[in-house]
């Protein structure tokens, strides 16, 4: 199966704040890979699918870019709505589509 | 507006069963595949398993931490899939969610999930 390994495990940070979080494959998945919100109590929600593709509905700060192995999630400006967990996802052929560990974005 | 609720959950010994349920509203599931996704309290998200469409023969898929013990199904005239848990473990306790997801030419994403419905294992 494909690992996903994220970094950091958590951080804190400010309103306002540029912040990036990253996701390494196991080996290369192209471009599937997706990035989840999840806010305590929720289901996770879908912010950006195929690597760099915005979900309708979600806000402009949230971009996603990398390919092969190496991806990478930045929030331009943190609002306060944006305090939740961060997962990534690998949807390479075949299953299993596996989760990183996730990234807690905390108030500093 | 895409809908999934699932329902069952509850408590169960270990060693027993239990049986999930999730239906759909707002889609097209008979041609959508239905994914599992689980979580454990305070812990991150697990891909268990997944159902495709008829089309693709209602092909399944698990994760090899439940293969053998969980069996995906679904019934596309009543719009539910299922999740039949034997065999259960208190490693098995957790957040069980059903998703729908969405692959084109590049991507594949859980783009719609359940509410989720919480399973404990323990005597």
């Known amino acids: 199966d494909i690992q996903m390994t994220q970094s950091p495990s958590s951080l804190s940070a400010s309103e306002g704040d540029r912040v990036t979080i990253t996701c390494r494959a196991s080996q290369s998945i192209s471009s599937y890979l997706n990035w989840y919100q999840q806010k305590p109590g929720k289901a996770p929600k879908l912010l950006i699918y195929g690597a760099i593709n915005l979900q309708s509905g979600v806000p402009s700060r949230f971009s996603g870019s990398g390919s092969g192995t190496d991806f990478t999630l930045t929030i331009s400006s943190l609002q306060a709505g944006d305090f939740a967990t961060y997962y990534c996802?690998?949807?390479?052929?075949?299953?299993?589509?596996?989760f990183g560990q996730g990234t807690k974005v905390e108030i500093k | 507006e895409a809908q999934l609720v699932e329902a069952g959950g509850g408590l169960v010994q270990p060693g027993g069963s239990l049986k999930l349920s999730c239906v759909a509203s707002g889609f097209s599931f008979s041609g959508s595949a239905i994914h599992w996704v689980r979580q454990a309290s305070g812990k991150g998200l697990e891909w268990v398993g997944r159902i495709r469409s008829k089309a693709n023969n209602y092909e399944t898929s698990y994760v090899a931490s439940v293969e053998g013990r969980f069996t995906i199904s679904r019934d596309d005239s009543e719009k539910t899939a299922y999740l039949q848990m034997n065999s259960l473990k208190s490693e098995d306790t957790a957040v069980y969610y059903c998703?729908?997801?969405?692959?084109?030419?590049?991507?594949?994403?859980?783009?719609?999930w359940g509410q989720g419905t919480e399973v404990t294992v323990s005597s």
């Open positions: 998703s729908s997801p969405v692959c084109n030419s590049d991507s594949c994403y859980e783009e719609y």
């Open positions: 996802q690998q949807s390479y052929s075949p299953p299993p589509w596996t």
